[in-house]
Each structure stands twice: as structure tokens, then as C-alpha cells.
């Protein structure tokens, strides 16, 4: 790791996220030529964020919650990220989604930096009301760096078009006028997007589809494991499922099922839905959560948290083909090992990026309020996807380097001219 983990404020390990970003970005510095002199900024977050989120709950007591928001880099445009809500969410965590975020919209070159925002919370175990102080109050306490023009928040983990629409909302009375484009992943009523929704699992299964044709492996009977069955992982998994492969495993927070025949896909999701998670479905094996990773399959999709593929599970799996759904699930050892497996493993900045793609078209349409169909979205979508790829998989023959090498090459080549083109002021 290089000397700029240093930072004061975060005390990184070789697996962890911030730990893990920098050692993708060490890997990437011999391919930058005369840019590298400008690496140092990839490994600085611009601006860090911390409030104090207070609320009062149902029964009268005052409650303190920890939130984030950080600004990786903007040389491009203004930032871009997620907001996501989880009891073990750290200013760390939160540095290294935002840094993801720099990488994937210059990857497929979207006109913006990356950001990341988050609150140290479990959403379960608050109510509707509860939920909706915290998320207005949390936007209040940003809203000195957040907005239409300098940073546009979006769903992540457990957050979604209501919460957006929260924000939105708070925003826009804070600033007073309505400000569709200060969020995107709203509901569409409000400025969203159609397609939106899909947007993040249909890119997954674009780049899968296009790896697989590469690989030669056909998607009719392919065995698909997924980890995470949420807005990622359970689209994903569909869209592969319609195109002829067989979900054999899924595992979310409830625990693992498998089914060798293949899961009956739109049940799978219904019965989801209405349970809050997979367990209790009839028709799959209950196994432990460790024997996910033994599961026969061609490709398996980490759709849940960052760091699940460790050393260990990356010597077991069988599939030939990694999606990265998740930000950040292979520590960087993990990514070796899967490398000298002769396992192809399409990263996170790239594999996930339909959902910021599609984020960029709502903001786009949100100033424009000019809504495209969901067909045009879906098919802009996919060109730009397979645009990216295309671009991304060439960058790798000509160095002979990973995937994710070439995806960091690609963007990071992007965010330093923009950066030197800029210059530094004063
Ligand atoms: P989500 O909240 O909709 O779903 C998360 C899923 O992960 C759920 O099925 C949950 O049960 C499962 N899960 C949680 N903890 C788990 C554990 N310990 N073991 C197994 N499963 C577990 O979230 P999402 O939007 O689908 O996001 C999933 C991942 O994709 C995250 O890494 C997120 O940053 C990334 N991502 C999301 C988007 C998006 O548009 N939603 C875009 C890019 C990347």
C-alpha cells in the first residue's frame, strides 16, 4: 500500500474497502504514462462529511445517528453516489463507494465525479415515521455540499424511491424551489426515470452476456449462483434467467438456497417481495451460508456487500465468469487467485455502472422534463454498455492485464486529463 494511506482520518487494512481501492489504484499506475504524476488525487478524497443526525423517535427519546458525505472527486463533473443506510456503515466504507464512483462514471464516461453518502443505521428497526426524520434530517445536514449541479445523490443499500423522493422533498423546501435533479431513482411521478428500477441488474447481465460471448460459454443451461437478492441480484438473475440459463443458488440475509433445477424466477421474487427475503420458499434446498460458495455453476454474481470473495472462497469457486454486482466483493488477493484460476472477473466499475448510467439519463431528463420510453431508455442503456465494454476488453488484450485493470486504466486516464487540463487552483 502506498504512503498516501496515510491519511489521518482512516486507518485502512489490505481487505478493507479504502484498503482495497488503494491497492487497485497502485496496480493501475504503470499504464498512466505522464499522467501518473497526477495519481496522488485518485487516493485523496476531495471533501469528507460528518453529521450528527438527531431525531426524536415514537416513544419520546432523542436518537443520535452517525452520516456521511463524501466527495471523491469532481474533476469531471459534479459528483455522483449513492446514499446507504446500514448499522456498520463507516466514514472509511463510505470513502472507498465514493472513489468507486469516480472510477465506474469515468469508465463509461459520464460527465461526473464520484460521491458516496451514508448513515450509520438499521433502517429495520426504525418506523415509517422514524425513517423519514432520519432521512430529511440527514439531508439537511448535507445539504451544504449536495445539489443539482455539485452532487446528486441516489438509492444504495437499503434505501429507495421513496427516500429519494424524501430528499428530494427536503431539498427543495431548504432551497425553495423544486429541485427534481438534486436526487435521481425517484419515483417516477416525481422526475424518475422508466428503466431506472432495472437499470443496475440490466447492466450486469449486458456485460455478463457480452464476457460470456467472448468466453465462448453459452447462456442457455448456464448455472447462475447469485449472493444478494436484492434490486441488483434478483434483476440480474431474471434477465439471465429469460435468457435461457438456470438460477441453481441464491443466498440473501436470510440465508442460502439452492435448487439444481433452476428457481422459477418471477415466484422467487414475488415470494421475496411479500417476505422481506428467499427463506420459506418451497421450492428450494435450505444449505449453510458457507456452502454458497461450493455450488456448482458457470457464473456466479456477488449482488449483496463488498468483500465476500475472500482468499479462501476464491480457491473454491467453481463458475468461469465473476459479475460484480456488488461494489467492492473481491479483496484484492481474492482477485489474484481467481486470475490464475483462469476465472474472468468482470469488476464492480463496470458490471454495476447501469444504474448511474441510468441515473445520468433522469438527471438529464429532470432539466430537460422531456421523458424518453423505457424502450429508448433500455436501448441507450445497452449501447452505452457494450460501448464501454467494447472499449474496456480492448485495453486489456493490448496490455494483457485484468479487467479491472483495464476498466481503472480507461477511467482514471480520464479523470487525470480532465484533472490536468483544469489545472490545480491557484
Ligand atoms: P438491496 O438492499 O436492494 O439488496 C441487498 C441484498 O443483499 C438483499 O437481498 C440482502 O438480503 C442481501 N444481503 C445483505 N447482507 C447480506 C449478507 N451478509 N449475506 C448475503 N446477502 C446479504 O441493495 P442493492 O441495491 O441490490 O445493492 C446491492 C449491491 O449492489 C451493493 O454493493 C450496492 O452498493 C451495489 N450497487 C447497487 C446499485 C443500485 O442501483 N441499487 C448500483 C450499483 C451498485
Given at each position: ?150 452532487d446528486i445523490p441516489a438509492p444504495d443499500v437499503n434505501t429507495n424511491g421513496q427516500i429519494m423522493a424524501w430528499m428530494m422533498d427536503t431539498y427543495s423546501m431548504n432551497t425553495g424551489s423544486t429541485a427534481t435533479g438534486v436526487v435521481t431513482g425517484k419515483p417516477i411521478h416525481l422526475g424518475g426515470s422508466l428503466g431506472r428500477v432495472k437499470a443496475t441488474g440490466r447492466g450486469v447481465f449486458v456485460t455478463g452476456r457480452e464476457a460470456a460471448r467472448r468466453m465462448g460459454l453459452d447462456l442457455r443451461g448456464a448455472r447462475v449462483a447469485v449472493q444478494g437478492f436484492g434490486n441488483v441480484g434478483s434483476v440480474a438473475a431474471e434477465l439471465f434467467a429469460e435468457a435461457g440459463a438456470k438460477v441453481v443458488a441464491v443466498q440473501d440475509h436470510t440465508g442460502t438456497l439452492v435448487n439444481d433445477k433452476g428457481f422459477d424466477m418471477p415466484a422467487l421474487m414475488a415470494f421475496s417481495r ?153
Amino acid at each position: 500500500m502506498s504512503d498516501s494511506s496515510a491519511l489521518s482520518y482512516v486507518h485502512p487494512s489490505p481487505t478493507s474497502p479504502w484498503g482495497t481501492y488503494l491497492s487497485q489504484v497502485d496496480r493501475v499506475l504503470p499504464y498512466l504514462g505522464h499522467l501518473a504524476r497526477w495519481s496522488e488525487t485518485l487516493k485523496r478524497p476531495k471533501r469528507a462529511l460528518i453529521v450528527d443526525v438527531p431525531i426524536e423517535m415514537d416513544n419520546g427519546t432523542i436518537a443520535h445517528y452517525e452520516g456521511y458525505r463524501v466527495q471523491h472527486n469532481m474533476s469531471r463533473g459534479p459528483g455522483k453516489g449513492g446514499v446507504r443506510f446500514h448499522p456498520d456503515v463507516t466514514l472509511e466504507e463510505v470513502m472507498a463507494l465514493s472513489a468507486w464512483m469516480t472510477v465506474k462514471c469515468a469508465a463509461v464516461n459520464l460527465p461526473y465525479g464520484g460521491a458516496k453518502g451514508g448513515i450509520r443505521v438499521d433502517p429495520k428497526t426504525l418506523s415509517r415515521n422514524e425513517l423519514e426524520k432520519v432521512t430529511r434530517r440527514y439531508t439537511s445536514e448535507i445539504g451544504l455540499i449536495i445539489g443539482p449541479h455539485s452532487d446528486i445523490p441516489a438509492p444504495d443499500v437499503n434505501t429507495n424511491g421513496q427516500i429519494m423522493a424524501w430528499m428530494m422533498d427536503t431539498y427543495s423546501m431548504n432551497t425553495g424551489s423544486t429541485a427534481t435533479g438534486v436526487v435521481t431513482g425517484k419515483p417516477i411521478h416525481l422526475g424518475g426515470s422508466l428503466g431506472r428500477v432495472k437499470a443496475t441488474g440490466r447492466g450486469v447481465f449486458v456485460t455478463g452476456r457480452e464476457a460470456a460471448r467472448r468466453m465462448g460459454l453459452d447462456l442457455r443451461g448456464a448455472r447462475v449462483a447469485v449472493q444478494g437478492f436484492g434490486n441488483v441480484g434478483s434483476v440480474a438473475a431474471e434477465l439471465f434467467a429469460e435468457a435461457g440459463a438456470k438460477v441453481v443458488a441464491v443466498q440473501d440475509h436470510t440465508g442460502t438456497l439452492v435448487n439444481d433445477k433452476g428457481f422459477d424466477m418471477p415466484a422467487l421474487m414475488a415470494f421475496s417481495r411479500d417476505q422481506g427475503g428467499i427463506m420459506g420458499f418451497k421450492d428450494g434446498e435450505k444449505v449453510d451460508n458457507d456452502a454458497f460458495w461450493d455450488v456448482k455453476c458457470d457464473i456466479l454474481i456477488p449482488a449483496a456487500l463488498e468483500g465476500q470473495i475472500t482468499a479462501e472462497r476464491a480457491r473454491k469457486i467453481s463458475a468461469r465468469l465473476v459479475l460484480e454486482g456488488a461494489n467492492g466483493p473481491t479483496v484484492p488477493e481474492a482477485d489474484d487467485i481467481l486470475a490464475e484460476r483462469g476465472v474472468l472477473v468482470v469488476p464492480d466499475v463496470i458490471c454495476n455502472a447501469g444504474g448511474v448510467t441510468v441515473s445520468y439519463f433522469e438527471w438529464v431528463q429532470d432539466f430537460s422534463s422531456f421523458f424518453w420510453t423505457e424502450d429508448e431508455i433500455n436501448q441507450r442503456l445497452d449501447r452505452i454498455m457494450v460501448g464501454a465494454f467494447d472499449h474496456i476488453w480492448a485495453k486489456g488484450e493490448q496490455h494483457k492485464i485484468s479487467l479491472r485493470t483495464a476498466t481503472y486504466a480507461v477511467a482514471c486516464e480520464r479523470i487525470l486529463i480532465a484533472r490536468e487540463e483544469r489545472g490545480l487552483y491557484p
